[in-house]
């Protein structure tokens, strides 16, 4: 059985979730310092409102590269479980990097793309995804064959327990709400960087 066989076949068959909710389900379950980069917009916002961990980075400002970050995270430390959350206007200006993921076959990452189908914190312009764009199918297509939407809730948690569990990389596709965040990251860079070297342990 494929990993995908018990998922959704497309982005329209997915539920809509509550981006701060599955954030809080995602951060929930981290128990062993792993590195969690938050792509720019409401999905950084969340994963702050979510509790600030020093293995937490907040892009501020630089879009589509909570992928390629994490990616060299997951190089240095290869027996650290790197996530990298990013929304779908982000990922499609960086759909390079999925190939680049694909090809490196890096087993402790994971990426969970956030999909309202907007550009919601520029005034909600349609992204790509609103017009039949799949990004899951993306992925796939792109050798990242461990790629799936999560159905539900439910499932958003099992997908996640299986990419702390087994080797990747792991895509999970998840079709978000376009609800406003729970709180606004600090915009001070040089102690988002600080705080996140020393939560990996290269910085005291």
């Avoid at 501020?60 to 390629?68: I, N």
């Avoid at 312009?125 to 461990?146: E, H, K, P, S, Y």
């Avoid at 948690?157 to 978000?176: H, K, S, V």
Wanted: with cysteine; net charge neutral.
């Amino acid at each position: 059985m494929s990993f995908a066989a018990n998922h959704p076949t497309g982005r329209e068959q997915a539920k809509v979730l509550n981006r701060f909710d599955i954030t809080t389900r995602l951060v929930a379950r981290l128990t062993h310092e792993e590195a969690v980069i938050g792509g720019i917009g409401y999905t950084n916002f969340d994963l702050w409102g979510a509790g600030q961990r020093p293995q937490n980075f907040y892009m501020l400002g630089s879009m589509g590269l909570a992928v390629p970050i994490a990616l060299g995270v997951a190089l240095a430390q290869p027996r650290r479980r790197v996530f990298a959350l990013e929304g779908d206007g982000s990922i499609l200006m960086q759909l390079g990097s999925l190939a680049t993921v694909a090809s490196r076959g890096q087993k402790n990452l994971a990426i969970v793309i956030m999909d309202n189908g907007a550009y919601q914190i520029t005034g909600g312009q349609a992204t790509l995804t609103a017009q039949g764009a799949d990004v899951v199918a993306i992925a796939r297509g792109a050798g990242l064959l461990q790629s799936a939407w999560a159905a539900d809730e439910g499932a958003f948690e099992e997908l996640i327990d299986l990419a702390l569990r087994e080797d990747g990389p792991w895509l999970i596709g998840c079709r978000i709400d376009t609800s406003k965040p729970a709180q606004t990251t600090d915009r001070d860079p040089a102690r988002i960087r600080d705080r996140f070297m020393s939560g990996l342990g290269v910085k005291r």
